[in-house]
């Protein structure tokens, strides 16, 4: 199967796919080629797309950040003192759930293109659905950790899972925007836990459980419901998305197909491996790495943490909780709002380098300052700014890896680097840095704010020299100016000259 040049602008947009027997290799066309005209005649078509995979797909999310992050909400209800536990073995008990996430990311992604989609992702919102439902009956240490452990079993593959899900549904310079929608999930879940927390906390006593534990038995229950639900909700592909018309379908595929995202690839296993082992030792997968482990450490300490630093600034109870969700609301608001100026201008690293230095102003201030008002005022510039850094990153892993094997590792690298930053942050905020100023934590995640900047510049840097020079060597091949698709012995690989970065 080849692909055929696209038309220019002034005549009707049409892709037309032609059987090629004789080559098994594809055209790769740089995704602003199929941004134009084409992408707005066929606009409908992704907003019915948007109708059917966006409330599934975010609402997964944000069941996955509060099933993960209540225990911060449990702990300043007594959760920690019930199980009698100190500082370090609570850090402990978030330590736990963290060590299987960065194991069964990548295994999780390999094993999607087995099993596909519709039957991994609903398995696993149940099984960690059943596994936080029974921390509300947990009455020891040991138990929790056990609990902890395998909660991070099945809920590690979630996030990689479904960023690699969404790549293989909407065009490169179309996705950071479905992808800020769904993952502002994480910072509504923040905030929905706090106003969560303050109501069912309130049913101490009830069945003769405290209050924290309904927290757990209410909100892994409705996992486990959604879970059953999404058997039926979530379409492997867009081929198979009953709400599109068979032409609407073969739109759709023609596009992603012209834009590298859904083609055959071969499926042996020493080929998987080899494809595996070569995306490790890319520059601009390991520098986006880099900046997942820098956040990774901010986002975690903040989901954990965040009520106990308000707490440390004279709140609590129930105020306490409720002083957590206006951060998480702001973040959620700017994350989708800039991240249209991302897909319109293809700015991954410009818009990961903004939230950064936003992250990195606030932890300044936190830092700095001895007003609770004024650190409280903080929260509003690291909170979002440190919430907002993940889906440009995981769009910018997944724009710039192909074929699928090698986005599906891009996108596993991320989340692991990402968990192991966040096994730092349970020590830095949990029992090394002591409320209510915890300097030494503050002082790190400020000094990992500037990394990300760091890393983020040097992959703008090394993502456009290479389109230069694939430029450069697509006119030699061609004759021209290199904009006409010509077949490429490299297939769709991200190395091919026709093959464009997203910067």
Same mark, same amino acid.
């Given at each position: 199967?080849?692909?055929?040049?696209?038309?220019?602008?002034?005549?009707?947009?049409?892709?037309?796919?032609?059987?090629?027997?004789?080559?098994?290799?594809?055209?790769?066309?740089?995704?602003?080629?199929?941004?134009?005209?084409?992408?707005?005649?066929?606009?409908?078509?992704?907003?019915?797309?948007?109708?059917?995979?966006?409330?599934?797909?975010?609402?997964?999310?944000?069941?996955?950040?509060?099933? $993960?992050?209540?225990?911060?909400?449990?702990?300043?209800?007594?959760?920690?003192?019930?199980?009698?536990?100190?500082?370090?073995?609570?850090?402990?008990?978030?330590?736990?759930?963290?060590?299987?996430?960065?194991?069964?990311?990548?295994?999780?992604?390999?094993?999607?293109?087995?099993?596909?989609?519709?039957?991994?992702?609903?398995?696993?919102?149940?099984?960690?659905?059943?596994?936080?439902?029974?921390?509300?009956?947990?009455?020891?240490?040991?138990?929790?950790?056990?609990?902890?452990?395998?909660?991070?079993?099945?809920?590690?593959?979630?996030?990689?899972?479904?960023?690699?899900?969404?790549?293989?549904?909407?065009?490169?310079?179309?996705?950071?925007?479905?992808?800020?929608?769904?993952?502002?999930?994480?910072?509504?879940?923040?905030?929905?836990?706090?106003?969560?927390?303050?109501?069912?906390?309130?049913?101490?006593?009830?069945?003769?459980?405290?209050?924290?534990?309904?927290?757990?038995?209410?909100?892994?229950?409705?996992?486990?419901?959604?879970?059953?639900?999404?058997?039926?909700?979530?379409?492997?592909?867009?081929?198979?998305?009953?709400?599109?018309?068979?032409?609407?379908?073969?739109?759709?595929?023609?596009?992603?197909?012209?834009?590298?995202?859904? $083609?055959?690839?071969?499926?042996?296993?020493?080929?998987?491996?080899?494809?595996?082992? $070569?995306?490790?030792?890319?520059?601009?997968?390991?520098?986006?790495?880099?900046?997942?482990?820098?956040?990774?450490?901010?986002?975690?300490?903040?989901?954990?943490?965040?009520?106990?630093?308000?707490?440390?600034?004279?709140?609590?109870?129930?105020?306490?909780?409720?002083?957590?969700?206006?951060?998480?609301?702001?973040?959620?608001?700017?994350?989708?709002?800039?991240?249209?100026?991302?897909?319109?201008?293809?700015?991954?690293?410009?818009?990961?380098?903004?939230?950064?230095?936003?992250?990195?102003?606030?932890?300044?201030?936190?830092?700095?300052?001895?007003?609770?008002?004024?650190?409280?005022?903080?929260?509003?510039?690291?909170?979002?700014?440190?919430?907002?850094?993940?889906?440009?990153?995981?769009?910018?892993?997944?724009?710039?890896?192909?074929?699928?094997?090698?986005?599906?590792?891009?996108?596993?690298?991320?989340?692991?680097?990402?968990?192991?930053?966040?096994?730092?942050?349970?020590?830095?905020?949990?029992?090394?840095?002591?409320?209510? $100023?915890?300097?030494?934590?503050?002082?790190?995640?400020?000094?990992?704010?500037?990394?990300?900047?760091?890393?983020?510049?040097?992959?703008?840097?090394?993502?456009?020299?290479?389109?230069?020079?694939?430029?450069?060597?697509?006119?030699?091949?061609?004759?021209?100016?290199?904009?006409?698709?010509?077949?490429?012995?490299?297939?769709?690989?991200?190395?091919?000259?026709?093959?464009?970065?997203?910067?």
């Amino acid at each position: 199967m080849s692909v055929s040049p696209l038309p220019s602008k002034s005549s009707t947009p049409e892709l037309v796919l032609e059987d090629d027997s004789s080559s098994k290799h594809n055209v790769v066309l740089d995704s602003e080629a199929v941004d134009g005209s084409f992408h707005r005649t066929a606009a409908v078509n992704w907003y019915k797309l948007d109708i059917v995979i966006l409330p599934v797909v975010t609402m997964m999310i944000f069941l996955s950040s509060l099933d $993960r992050s209540n225990i911060g909400n449990a702990q300043i209800a007594g959760f920690q003192e019930f199980l009698h536990m100190s500082d370090s073995q609570f850090s402990m008990a978030l330590t736990v759930t963290l060590i299987p996430y960065t194991v069964v990311d990548l295994p999780s992604n390999l094993l999607m293109k087995v099993v596909g989609p519709r039957i991994l992702l609903p398995t696993s919102i149940i099984l960690w659905g059943i596994t936080a439902t029974l921390q509300g009956v947990v009455h020891n240490y040991s138990g929790l950790l056990a609990l902890r452990f395998f909660l991070g079993v099945f809920e590690g593959g979630c996030l990689p899972g479904l960023s690699l899900y969404l790549a293989s549904f909407y065009p490169r310079r179309q996705l950071q925007t479905r992808v800020s929608i769904v993952f502002s999930a994480t910072s509504i879940a923040s905030a929905f836990s706090g106003l969560l927390a303050a109501a069912i906390i309130k049913m101490e006593g009830v069945g003769g459980r405290p209050g924290w534990a309904w927290l757990f038995i209410l909100e892994g229950l409705f996992t486990i419901v959604f879970g059953l639900a999404s058997y039926f909700m979530l379409p492997d592909n867009p081929a198979a998305v009953p709400a599109l018309m068979p032409e609407e379908q073969k739109t759709i595929t023609a596009i992603l197909e012209a834009d590298g995202l859904s $083609r055959a690839e071969r499926s042996d296993f020493s080929y998987t491996m080899a494809e595996v082992g $070569r995306t490790f030792v890319q520059p601009h997968v390991i520098l986006v790495a880099l900046c997942g482990f820098f956040n990774g450490s901010a986002l975690s300490g903040l989901s954990y943490f965040l009520p106990s630093i308000v707490e440390g600034l004279g709140w609590s109870g129930t105020k306490a909780q409720l002083m957590t969700v206006p951060p998480f609301a702001v973040s959620s608001v700017l994350s989708v709002v800039t991240s249209f100026i991302s897909d319109r201008y293809s700015c991954r690293g410009l818009n990961t380098i903004f939230f950064a230095l936003l992250a990195a102003i606030g932890f300044s201030i936190f830092l700095g300052s001895f007003v609770n008002e004024v650190r409280y005022g903080s929260l509003f510039l690291l909170v979002p700014g440190t919430f907002s850094i993940g889906p440009p990153l995981g769009v910018w892993a997944a724009n710039n890896s192909s074929p699928f094997t090698r986005r599906a590792t891009a996108l596993a690298i991320l989340p692991v680097t990402t968990n192991l930053g966040a096994i730092l942050s349970t020590w830095l905020l949990g029992a090394l840095s002591p409320p209510p $100023r915890y300097t030494s934590a503050t002082v790190t995640l400020l000094v990992f704010q500037l990394g990300i900047v760091a890393c983020a510049g040097a992959n703008v840097w090394w993502l456009a020299r290479e389109n230069a020079r694939k430029r450069r060597a697509r006119a030699a091949l061609s004759g021209d100016e290199g904009d006409g698709a010509v077949p490429d012995p490299a297939g769709v690989k991200d190395e091919s000259v026709w093959f464009t970065y997203v910067l």
